[in-house]
């Protein structure tokens, strides 16, 4: 079983034992740092953000499910974090440069209350990204629909720690409470 399932059971189940003690989480081997624009236009350096915890989740604005339900998820999340929400910020990168320019981005971002960037680039900055992270999408081809194509695209969500390591991957279907707790155990972390 991966080391990531593994950290993302233990969560589950610290609320569940009463648990008072934080996990001990492992610096995964995905992710590393990147630029991208973002949102408003300018460039973004994931390095900027130490400090933080890190939420980094990758869609597109057109997507009709997974990514407005992670979104609307994540409103929740920073909504029960209370005062530890200010210590995160989340990162939607997009896998549909083509369409999401940062104006878009911005505009799909309004509709959720939470510390988001959109964050957008060339398909080969793009591609770099995914590829460090170990995400995945693929274009599909709708010739009859007035988008003309579909983004089929992994839904993992990566929580990193203030020094940037990536410590926990949500599945999908992870619950706020999930989230919420592996948040708290990375603000937590001294490793």
Known sequence: MRAWALVFIALC????AGCRHQAELPVLTVGGDFGLTDHNGQ???????????????????????????????????????????????TLYITVDPGR????????DLSSFDLDALGLTGTKSEIDKV????????????????????SVAHSTTLYALDPSGRTRILFPY???????VSGLRAILGSRT
């Open 13 to 16: 189940a610290l609320p569940l």
């Open 43 to 89: 460039h973004f350096e994931l390095s900027s953000l130490r400090g933080k915890a890190v939420l980094i989740f990758f869609g597109y604005t057109s997507c009709p499910d997974v990514c407005p339900t992670t979104l609307s998820k994540l409103s929740s999340v920073y909504k029960q974090l209370g005062g530890d929400a200010n210590r995160v910020k």
């Open 100 to 107: 999401d320019t940062p104006a878009v981005m911005k505009d």
């Open 130 to 149: 995914v590829g460090l992270y170990g995400a995945s999408y693929e274009i599909i081809p709708t010739p009859s629909s007035a988008m003309k194509y």
């Open 173 to 179: 279907d992870a619950s706020v409470d999930n989230i």
